[in-house]
């Protein structure tokens, strides 16, 4: 699977601090990357985690998504990044 989730549904506003803050309690968070345009320099809305093991970023996503099965609104969304063939547009390299 890999350690680096991808994260999106956050607002616009949400800094790498506030992510390791988010995640911190539940596992090592080793980066929190902000993804900005390189024109207006304002986030993109997605952000990427990178957790300190593939354990943990396993035990994240499956402990966030048995809380968004339990809410009926829509919040935060974290998937592995490392399975998903395009991000923001741009094929992973193999």
């Given amino acids: 699977?890999?350690?680096?989730?991808?994260?999106?549904?956050?607002?616009?506003?949400?800094?790498?601090?506030?992510?390791?803050?988010?995640?911190?309690p539940h596992g090592t968070v080793q980066s929190a990357e902000v993804i900005q345009d390189r024109e207006t320099n304002r986030s993109k809305g997605f952000w990427f985690v990178l957790m300190g093991s593939d354990a943990e970023a396993k035990a994240e996503l499956d402990r966030r998504n048995a809380d968004a099965k339990q809410k009926t609104e829509e919040r935060l969304k974290a998937k592995s990044a490392e399975t998903d063939q395009k991000v923001a547009g741009t094929e992973k390299k193999q």
């Fill in 1 to 24: 699977m890999g350690s680096k989730l991808y994260v999106g549904n956050l607002s616009y506003n949400t800094t790498s601090s506030e992510l390791q803050q988010m995640f911190g």
